[in-house]
Structure formats: C-alpha cells, structure tokens
C-alpha cells in the first residue's frame, strides 16, 4: 500500500479577481485536499476571514492562512480567530506563520527579528494548548527557510513548512535539522511546481516570485552554497524584486542568475519528470505539500500536478 502527502494549493489572487471559496472547489475536484490563504492586506482578502468564508461554503477538507503574518498580527488575535475557526469547522482549520516578509515591507515595517519572532510563536503555542481550555487540534506550522529559521521553529511550534527550494540535497539537510531539533517535528514542503510544456512555459511559471527566493538564497549562501560572482549575481536579482508587485510578471527584471535560481527552486517539465525530480525526497517523512499558488499555470493542468507529487513523494506503509 503506498500513502502520498496531504495536498493544499496556496491562493494568492488579488482583491479584484480572487474567488478562493471557487478556487477550493476546483482543488478538491482536481485531488488536493483543501487551500491556504496568502495574507498581505494590500494584496489580498484577509486571510483568515475568508478561511471561514471557504470552509463555510466548499467541501475543502482543510483551510486556512498561509502564511499568517506575525509581524502584522500579534499572537493573541491569530490564536483567537484560528480557535473560533475550529469551534465552527474543528478538525479543517490549517494554518502556517511565519514572519511575514513581504506583508511587513509593503507597509513599511522592519521584519521582526528573529528572537521576536520566536517569542511570538512560543506564545502562539501557549494560547493555542491552554490548560482548561479547548486545544487547537487543527494542522500548525511555522514557515521558516533559513537554517537558524527552521531549527528554531520547530523547537517552538513542533510543526514546519520548509521552503528550501527542491534539490534533494537541501531539502534532506533543512528536513535533518528540523528534526535535530524536535524528532516529533511534522515537517510539510512548500513546493514551486507547474506542469510546463517548454522552456518558454517553465520561465514564465518561475518569473513572478523568482526574486524573491534569489532573497532565501541571498541571505543564507553558505546553505546553498553560493559564493562570489553566482552569489553577487543571486543578490542583485533578489534586490530588484518588488514585493508590492508579489505574485506579477513585473516583480523582477531579468537577471544573469535567472536560471541558477529557477532549477534550485521550482519544478517544471511534465509530469513525469516533476515526479522523478521528487523521487529523491519520498523517505524525508514530509506530511504535506503546500503547491504556491502564484506561479503562473499551477491550477491550469492542477489534477496532472497533484498526481504527479503524489507519485513522486509517495512512500511504502509500515506492514
């Protein structure tokens, strides 16, 4: 018998064209198991408003914010509105935190720093496991990228959503640390993928939010191991993206580490290539998959991308 990840597709649609309830539906219709919500306010709907809004509404079997930014939000509130979400739709609620990089710049704040950042996930804890009350018994992650990110999170939270790209390699050593650091750590991927035809296809897929994993890779090099011009090339493409442009062909320009980036970060090609590209991966014990939903053409062929993770991540059941 072979068991696959749980599959949510992130919905990053702007104010004027976003039907997440809709986008849920087909998701569900195309195999994946529910959707999370992109939360930037001068982007998007709110986030966890429209989690209800979707749960509400479809047969989704999880929602919820992804990525909650806690350098917007202050934990309290997240924890209020995650546990109200269960009480009216327990067991769906999904929810991932994270710094919220983009949300903070595009108002103008600094992101918060580490240590913060950590005291407002030991808090969310608190408040979501409270003794005498409810506990949060929906799915929890904190995103984090960077090696000293990853570790902390899951000492804290006991649940990540890794995004360091898809090379093999990488992703064992970010899968390892968390790990090192909680062996009950429920560890899910945040995967850059679309079903492409040509190489046309693939840069198109990967432009919109190219820059800004050049930025994971800019700010952690020894991790990825880029040193001198490929790093110099990496860090100018990272500098000239635009983050109140996330998500749109013009968030970046062309860069010379264009394709550097591209192959360390998202899956193209057809399907079965993107499966033979996961293969590697499929003993990591990832729980899920979390497909970015502002690559362009993800929910075009979405059932032929989700079977595809599905083969290429799927693992043997213990007997």
Do not use: K
Request: aromatic fraction near 4%; hydrophobic fraction near 45%.
């Amino acid at each position: 018998m072979t068991m696959g990840p749980t599959l949510v597709l992130n919905v990053a649609a702007p104010w004027d064209d976003a039907d997440p309830a809709g986008i849920a539906e087909r998701a569900v219709a195309a195999g994946l198991d529910g959707i999370g919500l992109a939360d930037s306010p001068r982007l998007f709907r709110d986030a966890l408003v429209e989690t209800g809004h979707v749960l509400e509404r479809t047969a989704a079997r999880l929602a919820g914010p992804c990525v909650a930014s806690l350098g917007l939000r202050h934990p309290a509130t997240v924890a209020g509105a995650l546990r109200t979400l269960q009480a009216h739709h327990p067991g769906r609620v999904f929810g991932v935190v994270g710094r919220g990089e983009s949300s903070v710049r595009n108002e103008g704040l600094p992101v918060p720093p580490l240590s913060e950042y950590l005291t407002a996930l030991a808090r969310l804890r608190e408040l979501l496991g409270r003794a005498g009350d409810l506990p949060f018994t929906g799915t929890l992650l904190g995103a984090a990228s960077g090696p000293r990110t990853l570790g902390s999170t899951a000492a804290e939270l006991g649940g990540v959503l890794i995004d360091v790209g898809v090379v093999p390699d990488v992703v064992a050593r970010a899968v390892e640390l968390v790990r090192s650091r909680d062996p009950r750590c429920v560890v899910w991927s945040f995967v850059r993928a679309a079903v492409t035809g040509d190489e046309q296809e693939a840069a198109a897929a990967a432009d919109p939010t190219l820059g800004s994993c050049a930025s994971r890779m800019a700010a952690a090099p020894d991790w990825y191991g880029i040193a001198g011009a490929q790093l110099a090339a990496v860090q100018a493409l990272a500098q000239a993206h635009d983050y109140a442009r996330h998500g749109t062909a013009q968030a970046r320009q062309v860069g010379a580490a264009d394709r550097e980036v591209r192959d360390r970060f998202y899956l193209t090609g057809d399907a079965d290539r993107i499966s033979e590209q996961l293969r590697p991966l499929a003993g990591l014990g990832i729980t899920g998959v979390v497909f970015a939903g502002a690559v362009p053409g993800v929910q075009t062929r979405l059932p032929e991308l989700a079977a595809a993770v599905h083969r290429g991540l799927a693992a043997q059941a213990p007997a």
